[in-house]
């Protein structure tokens, strides 16, 4: 069985059931979620909305980067059985779910592990960029340095 159970980029809602389900699995004994939330400010400034645009390898490029968290997690003998992760792409208001990223492992810390690094890496190494719409009228891209 693949441990990678869902990976996307999605124009509509994410789900939170969806994800919990796709990584259900009778060997897990922790299972850790992070859900990312559209805030209504950022370095001190109030947001209106944002959108989030991908690059078109951006798929494939998650995937690659849940195959190596599994792998480092796993590799000193802590499984980790399932993960998880979609994001969202196109406009976002504040309050919408942006991304959700979780892990099913055999025991709590590694299911922790798993998800603190799945999404600091998929943060950190896939091509996804936000588009920020400040109340005052003034924009700005994030990570599309």
Not at 28 to 42: I, K, S
Not at 85 to 110: K, Q, S
Request: proline letters at 3%; a negative charge.
């Amino acid at each position: 069985m693949d441990a990678i159970s869902l990976v996307g980029l999605r124009e509509t809602p994410i789900s939170v059931d969806e994800v919990l389900a796709a990584v259900g699995d009778p060997r897990a004994g922790g299972t850790a979620f992070f859900v990312g939330t559209v805030r209504d400010h950022d370095h001190g400034r109030a947001v209106a909305r944002l959108a989030y645009s991908a690059h078109p390898r951006a798929e494939g490029d998650m995937r690659r980067v849940m195959e190596k968290v599994v792998a480092d997690v796993s590799g000193d003998g802590r499984p980790v059985w399932r993960v998880a992760a979609l994001h969202r792409v196109g406009d976002l208001e504040i309050g919408d779910t942006a991304v959700v990223a979780a892990a099913a492992a055999g025991h709590r810390d590694e299911a922790f592990d798993a998800c603190r690094r799945l999404i600091d890496d998929l943060k950190a190494e896939v091509p996804i960029w936000k588009h920020q719409e400040f109340t005052d009228g003034d924009t700005e891209w994030v990570g599309a340095e």
